[in-house]
């Protein structure tokens, strides 16, 4: 193994700042790679690791060294430049800032390092830390082009409002107790029937589960059926938010390559050597990101793997309500009798995430288990709201919503192709957007993807690198533009900038 380099490096920069960013930076769909290495220095340099007047190495030998976009590296340097932790000499290098923690200053940069009022660093647990990397900042996301953000202005209030109000007012003093019975019985039963007939799940009221949305499902999940150190067959590229709940309980994370036909079962390691899975985690209405609808093959050829490894299938069916010109594609958990698939849906995407929402449909061997561990481990609650939504799918609103949504998307669709087309027309490639609500633009150098990721940052438009919804680097690099959340006008703005900032970098002109 490589040794950890001794400061200084011969031409006098922090040369152990490479090795430790090899170890601390870690890719995750939710945070740009700029972010976790402007933290990780800037921590640094809190901390005192990094003292005043030392040299940095350069922008070109840390992208060098650590696989990254040049332009990933000065965004992060340029930032703490810009805060007054680095500065530039001319013809020099970077340099740590000549800073005196007077106390004010101390705390003020304290208060954004998550350090508690004595200063010291909340000791947090390699778990913790490795979460803390694959999680965001928090920061307010931009409408255009954030993935997985429904059309909040187009919303029903004023109906959603009055049902919840009634319920509230209803609401019986139970209902304000501790709860264990899996979820108010109305709500189970509206969706065991919107399941059976629109997803084509093999479901009785009973079966359903309802979870504070699918990340707290794929967490009881992930509890309940591994242990540490469990394989879990993860898709490649995948779910930033899944690959972060099998990481907190510790599974050993196996990426199984998508292609056009969903996860390659084929390409699974298998053989003796290799232990099998525990669980395998799909998306195979509309694969996340990629957007590809698995093949009745794979969905067969998955089925006899979880079968033949007495694995668990984790069916993640985050936003199979929004097909363009297309059935809905059946879910896989209906395909055939008791398979070993747990089904798992979300109201955050048909409603909205803010209700956090979500449900299990579990095999009968599992029902009782996950209910009362369930009510353990994470508590029920929230039955007014659970009520209100019963009623709204039981008289129709919720399918109308769909219906209307699905125009809606259609139309945010159609509207950044449009916007997109100069772009078009010169190579930039598209996914075929028969599904959901982002797109996938396909770049040809990694290069391309950080520079726009960095100069999408001040337009005020979040552009989401494809290359870090993968798991092992360096991925493939391109766009992920979700439009469903954006209003014309916005993506019109966001989608022309993308156009002709793309034009610009790849030196075609539209
Ligand atoms: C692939 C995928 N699954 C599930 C979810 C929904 O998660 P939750 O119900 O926790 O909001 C999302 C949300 O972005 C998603 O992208």
Not at 126 to 149: D, M, N
């Amino acid at each position: 193994m490589r040794g950890l380099r001794v400061e200084p490096a011969p031409n006098g920069h922090a040369g152990w700042v490479i090795d430790a960013l090899g170890i601390v930076l870690t890719r995750s769909p939710e945070t740009p790679l700029t972010q976790h290495l402007y933290r990780a220095l800037r921590g640094w340099v809190q901390e005192g690791r990094l003292v005043n007047g030392q040299q940095l190495p350069s922008s070109r030998l840390l992208a060098r060294e650590l696989g990254l976009g040049r332009n990933t590296v000065i965004a992060a340097f340029d930032q703490l430049i810009a805060e007054g932790f680095l500065e530039t000499r001319h013809g020099a290098g970077t340099f740590v800032a000549d800073l005196t923690f007077g106390e004010l200053a101390a705390e003020a940069c304290n208060a954004g390092s998550g350090r508690n009022q004595t200063g010291a660093l909340p000791a947090l647990s390699r778990r913790g830390e490795q979460l803390l990397l694959r999680s965001g900042t928090g920061a307010g996301r931009h409408p255009a082009f954030a993935p997985g953000v429904p059309a909040l202005d187009r919303f029903p209030r004023e109906i959603w409002q009055r049902l919840l109000r009634r319920h509230v007012q209803r609401m019986p003093s139970a209902w304000m107790d501790y709860q264990t019975q899996g979820g108010v019985p109305a709500l189970r039963e509206a969706l065991s029937d919107y399941l059976r007939l629109s997803r084509s799940v093999r479901c009785r009221p009973e079966q359903v589960l309802v979870v504070q949305g699918a990340q707290q499902g794929f967490e009881l999940i992930a509890r309940m059926l591994g242990d540490s150190g469990d394989r879990v067959w993860i898709e490649e590229p995948g779910y930033g938010g899944a690959q972060a709940c099998f990481a907190s309980a510790g599974f050993e994370m196996v990426p199984v390559p998508v292609d056009d036909e969903g996860m390659d079962i084929a390409a699974a390691p298998h053989g003796k050597a290799q232990a099998a899975p525990r669980l395998i985690y799909v998306t195979p209405s509309h694969q996340y990101p990629s957007g590809v609808t698995m093949s009745l093959a794979r969905r067969l050829a998955l089925l006899e793997a979880a079968e033949r490894h007495d694995a668990w299938v984790i069916e993640d069916d985050y936003d199979s309500e929004f097909r363009y010109g297309q059935r809905p594609i059946a879910a896989l958990q209906g395909l055939v009798a008791d398979p070993r698939v747990i089904y798992v849906g979300t109201l955050s995407k048909v409603m909205y995430p803010g209700m956090r929402l979500g449900y299990l449909v579990l095999p009968e061997s599992l029902i009782e288990p996950f209910r009362r561990v369930n009510a353990r481990l994470h508590r029920e609650g929230q039955y007014a709201v659970q009520a209100a939504l019963a009623e709204f799918i039981s008289c129709g609103q919720f399918s109308r919503h769909i219906s209307r949504m699905r125009e809606c998307y259609r139309g945010r669709q159609a509207r950044l192709r449009e916007a997109l087309a100069p772009a078009v027309a010169q190579g930039l490639r598209l996914s075929e957007g028969l599904a959901g609500m982002h797109l996938v633009a396909w770049l040809d150098r990694h290069e391309d993807e950080s520079a726009l990721v960095a100069a999408a940052e001040p337009q005020g438009i979040g552009l989401s690198p494809l290359s870090h919804y993968y798991l092992q680097p360096p991925g493939r690099p391109g766009l992920v533009l979700g439009y469903a959340g954006a209003d014309d006008t916005e993506i019109e703005r966001a989608g022309s900038w993308l156009a002709n900032e793309w034009l610009k970098l790849t030196g075609r002109t539209g």
